[in-house]
């Protein structure tokens, strides 16, 4: 199995812990990862904004980067929004020939061009499809024991494409999570927006909505995400939330590849669990 790899920036800042996790989990079940050369900002949510061409631009920048390589591998994105942004612009220059070619002329200034061609996958869709459940469980070290796992899937891994799972009803983690020893936590905020940079601009609101996630997940163990800005909503706000809402809201959210790291008995050098705010010694007493 070989992929192009796209980290983004919030993962070599604010969520180091996903990516490291990440390169480390899909190392040991077999991927072979090769990091885009010289990538850039995919331009996030603040380039549309600026420009819908430019947005467009920063993100083909990436995909032809990889295309010219000529390696024949899928792209996977962790960050949710860079996988939002990449899949856009691949699928949008695909079908659009005028587009292509505005695209394509703005790349042409370091001699780059994108054909489309290149199938951008989000992490969750890489490990719920392409890797064997059982291949999985054969390198499980470290059972979870029964730990419960919500998992929360948020938006823009999920929509508007819709090839890997059901946005309303998703269910790719929960396998996984099954498959480290663990039990699903049972409820339905899974797909909810957790109001991802209105917690900046709008924050009322944001906390609202994360206070809604934090309560349904009353009585798990821990909250899976596959979603920097997701993790950082959820975890980051709780004390904010929790007052609030006028409960106690706190519990640990670490990312789904922290989980499966734990479970393969990884190094702590590769889950970097000590950077999650929100995790605490109960919680890691009841992993060990």
Known sequence: MKYFYYPGCSLEGTAIDYDVSTRAVLSALGAELIEVEDWTCCGASAGEVMSPLLSLALAARNLALAERTGVAADMIAPCSACYLNLRKASERIDRDESLAAKVNAVLGEEKLRCTGDMKVRHLLDVLAKDIDIEAI??????????????????????????????????????????ALGAVVHPWDAGARCCGAGL????QPLAVEL?????????GADCVATVCPMCQMNLEYYQKKISKRIGADLNI????????????????????????????GHVFMEKVH
């Open 137 to 178: 469980r054969a390198r499980i070290k470290h059972d979870l024991g029964g730990l419960r796992i919500a998992p929360y899937y948020g938006c823009q891994a999920l929509r508007p494409f819709k090839d890997f799972d059901d946005p309303e009803r998703p269910v790719s983690m929960e396998p996984l999570i099954q």
């Open 252 to 279: 640990p959210i670490v990312t789904l590849p922290q989980l499966m790291g734990l479970a393969l008995a990884l190094p702590e050098e590769d889950l970097m669990l000590a950077r999650n705010y929100s995790v």
């Open 199 to 202: 917690m900046t601009t709008k």
């Open 210 to 218: 994360c206070g809604e996630i934090l309560l349904a997940a009353r």
